[in-house]
């Protein structure tokens, strides 16, 4: 069984930085996609930042310029620089990977537990 985990949420202040940490357990064929998501309280949940297998990235109009997106194939792990964060940055932050667990299968999504980032005014 596949489990992500996150790391590196916390409180910071407006205008600082945060790196989170997603990795990976369990017996991985292949990683298509990944992804780091938020959901902020009220709101739905929503594609902060997504990365393939390749390297291309893509990140939502309200991080870029401020969040960088990046993996290491060889670790599983994924991870998101989030520099001059705004308060409006608050959330809980998701990992997503869409992985190859069974050949016979294909892909399919599997999701952190969450970690919390708090950017106080």
């Known amino acids: 069984q596949v489990q992500l985990v996150e790391s590196g949420g916390g409180l910071v202040q407006a205008g600082g930085s945060l790196r989170l940490f997603c990795a990976a357990s369990?017996?991985?064929?292949?990683?298509?996609?990944m992804g780091w998501y938020r959901q902020a309280p009220g709101k739905q949940r929503e594609l902060v930042a997504s990365i393939t297998s390749g390297g291309m990235t893509n990140y939502a109009d309200s991080v870029k310029g401020r969040f960088t997106i990046s993996r290491d194939n060889a670790k599983s792990t994924m991870y998101l620089q989030m520099n001059s964060l705004k308060p409006e940055d608050t959330a809980v932050y998701y990992c997503?990977?869409?992985?190859?667990?069974?050949?016979?299968?294909?892909?399919?999504?599997?999701w952190g537990q969450g970690t919390q980032v708090t950017v106080s005014s």
């Open positions: 997503s990977y869409a992985a190859i667990t069974d050949w016979s299968t294909g892909p399919r999504d599997y």
């Open positions: 369990g017996r991985i064929f292949s990683i298509n996609a």
